[in-house]
């Protein structure tokens, strides 16, 4: 699919010219936090809305971004959202909701899948957050200023990521 080709060289591109200050803030002094996260089915969207009360609970300005992917329902529509749908020929992200999320300058960025998503891919390796937040995958060490090892439940990958990310000094 050249759509998908084209996307990986930009992607590769953006991450190379993305000169963004990288850094971890102490969590209580956190702001903004971004998640984002692809629709697998509804218990996910279930974990993340428990995991913006907790960030908010804690005072931080909670930003969702979702990826639909094709033949996913959007059972309740609570967030903003991109799909396979906004990319061009040319491998562009033609969404209004997933370039002003990139553009955002979050002090923390969560990135809860548990599977790799070119897309999301993207939009990490274009990203003005601070501190990106992902699962570990040696392939993807470049996305991410913190990555955690986890196997299991969208759900435990949260936990350890908020664990974590609440010992950041």
Not at 71 to 97: M, P, V
Not at 138 to 154: A, D, N, R
Request: aromatic share 12%; net charge positive.
């Amino acid at each position: 699919m050249f759509k998908m080709n084209f996307l990986k060289m930009r992607t590769r591109s953006a991450l190379r010219k993305n000169q963004s200050l990288r850094s971890s803030i102490p969590y209580k002094q956190t702001k903004s936090v971004g998640i984002v996260f692809s629709v697998e089915d509804k218990q996910i969207r279930q974990d993340v809305k428990e995991f913006i009360r907790t960030l908010e609970l804690d005072g931080k300005q909670v930003k969702v971004l979702e990826f639909l992917p094709n033949k996913k329902e959007n059972y309740e529509i609570l967030f903003d959202f991109f799909s396979i749908e906004d990319l061009t020929f040319w491998g562009n992200i033609n969404s209004e909701h997933a370039n002003n999320f990139s553009k955002t300058s979050f002090d923390l960025l969560f990135y809860v899948d548990l599977n790799s998503n070119p897309l999301v891919l993207d939009l990490l390796a274009r990203s003005k957050a601070h501190c990106r937040i992902g699962r570990y995958c040696k392939e993807e060490s470049p996305y991410f200023e913190l990555m955690i090892k986890q196997e299991g439940t969208p759900k435990g990958l949260i936990e350890t990521m908020y664990k974590y990310a609440k010992q950041l000094r």
